[in-house]
């Protein structure tokens, strides 16, 4: 036996220092092959499009030919003062928030429901709050716009019904109101997606964990507050991660749904780059407001990543 | 018998291989062209179709290939590609500012050569055709070309009441005054799409300042935050106070607005040639208002500078990429002459060429052909003859005007600051 494996040792331990070298050469040299492809589309299509953005943002150029029309850093002094962007970062704040506070709690609140335990049907149901997440955005979008619409749309019919002298609202038309029906939206869309994955991080809790608790003498509510919540925390954790940039990243929906109006009511750093940058011809522009709205998302997901979500990654090691 | 097995299946591996190559040679045979239109209505696609099918029947080495989208997407996708310096052959264009920009990047081809003599000649649209190009270079050339103007619902008008059409902005007043104590919504607007509001303020400046006031602005000689585009602001406040829109106008599309009108819900719009065709497509019978529906020239203002017969208008011309084959050219003439534009002037189109004209029986459509005809001024819509960030602002501005966000004084000041921007020669 002993013989055996000191044959085979030396084979994993080179012999002398020449050999090493090559050794780790080779390893080297096999993964820079592997990898190049991948770092190579990676440099191109991503890093890249980054830098030439931050180059292009400090031209004035309509998107045709070379940029020429060198002019430093104006275009970031004219979105300092553009209330109209200045407004668009609210909206966005605004998802961001009513997402955290409304969204989310819902999202867990159904998945405690239907995720286990013994309500009859909750396959069911399910399946039936799963079911809008798995609409592309513009199909929802498209729903929605017949659903709000003010004179023929189901939510005012029905409203209708249940409310006596209702005046029908113009959901998509006011100013004050657009704004949270593009929220109710978002939250029909995407509360499923984070529905499943608390599901997901409550199947991965042990029962006798609770059961322990309860025979402890937890009432259901001191469980649920002192041991699944703390135990479900990286779940939750991931899922502000995914909400923020969501917020942030908001397009296909609004821009179908209002084009950011009206009158920009509803714009969101995305719709604002859209319409501002791409529409207008002004793609020095347009880049100045890619740029910010990077450095936005990249800074939230560094510092949330390394302050928040690092007990996560370390927890899994 | 093995080797002969092999050989088999050897030369079957050959002729697989040769497939694709054999396919791409018989494709290269043919000249493909593509175009993209945004005739979205079914009788209209369809015409395009059919045409084109006859077209490559007569034409076996040519290959058209047609894209249809609709009129936002199109605007979208067209700035994509164009961007990217890959315009498809033939596409829908209005010409003016936009396509003038395209023409500055070299992204359209100067069809001037191919144009000049018998083709140019056979235009009566002579003022549209010119807006499809400059110094003597043309990118492309107009099909339909017709007026804005108001629709009305004859019906609807009689139930309120109102005799006659109105011809002053204060008898237009007075009718939506009128139509609002019947309790029928006076005017369909669509503003989300926000084109479709900024006829109303543009009209108005028309009508004060004239062709004048808008060629000294546009030339920098003076100024959009003059008296008449102030003004222009306040009559149409003046028009907005009334509420004359249905509940929740800023969030309705161009398509509920004809809708509106097809459906009989609401008694007017001001809108271009195409909208008949527009409220069939969009109302619940597919039939329109028929019979009901009349058409009249934008109301004058008392004591403007404007012409009571200048017409703001445009129509839809096909511009030619820079990477069209002659065959592409040859395609845009055959679109254009006197057959085919007879038979698409029954279905939809307003002809721009002379011998095409007396194909329309439409009475609507007779009356906008002969005031586009007749205008001593012809204004292009602002939003595509100005460059194309100085007609989103109009656009814009004019929205916050009807949301009643901005005042008449602030939307001509903020047009005239853009107009500094974009319009620095």
Redesign the interface.
Known sequence: MSAIRFRVLPRAFPQSLNESQKRSREKWLTIAFLVAPGMAIFLIFLLLPIFQSGYYSLFKW????FPKDFRGIDNYLDLAKDKVFLGSIAHSFTIMSLSLLVQLPLALALALLVGRGSLPGRQIFRAILFVPYIFSEVITALIWLYVL???SGLMNKTLGVFVQDFK?I??????NI?LIAIFMVLTWKFFGFHMILYMAGLQSIPKDLEEAGRIDGCNEMQVLRFITLPLMGSTIRLTIFLSVLGSFQQFTLVWIM??G????STATIATFLF?YG??????GFGSAVAVILFLLTLVFSIGYQRMVMRQDYELRV | MSNVKRLVYVLIAVALLALPIAATVRAQDKVVVTWWHISTNEPEKNFWQTVTDEYMAANPNVQVEITVLENEAF??RL??V??AGDPPDLFQSWGGGVLW??A????VRNIAPELEGEWKDSFSAKAALELYGRNGEYYGVPWTWGAVGVFYNKALFAKAGIENTPTTWAEFLDVVKKLKEAGITPISLG??D?WPGHFWWVYLAIRLGGEQAFLDAYNRTGKFDAEPFVKAGEYLKELADLQPF???????AYG?QAAAMGNGTAAMELMGQWAPAVQKGNSTSGEGIGEDLGWFPFPVVEGGAGNPNDVLGGGDGFSVGMNAEPEAIAFLKYLTSADIQRRAAEIWVLPTVAAAEDALTDPVLQTIIKARNEAPYFQLYYDQFL???MG?VVN?GV??LF?G?ITPADLAAEIEASAEKELVK
């Open positions: 309509n998107g045709f030919g619409h003010p004179n029908p113009t959901w998509l038309g006011d100013r657009a209002t084009q109006g009206p009158v920009d319409k791409i529409q207008r011809f002004a793609l | 605007k979208s700035v994509t164009m961007q920009q395209y500055e990047a070299g992204l503003e989300k926000k249905a509940e929740g106008f800023l969030g309705l509920d460059p194309p960030a989103q814009d929205e916050k949301a966000i």
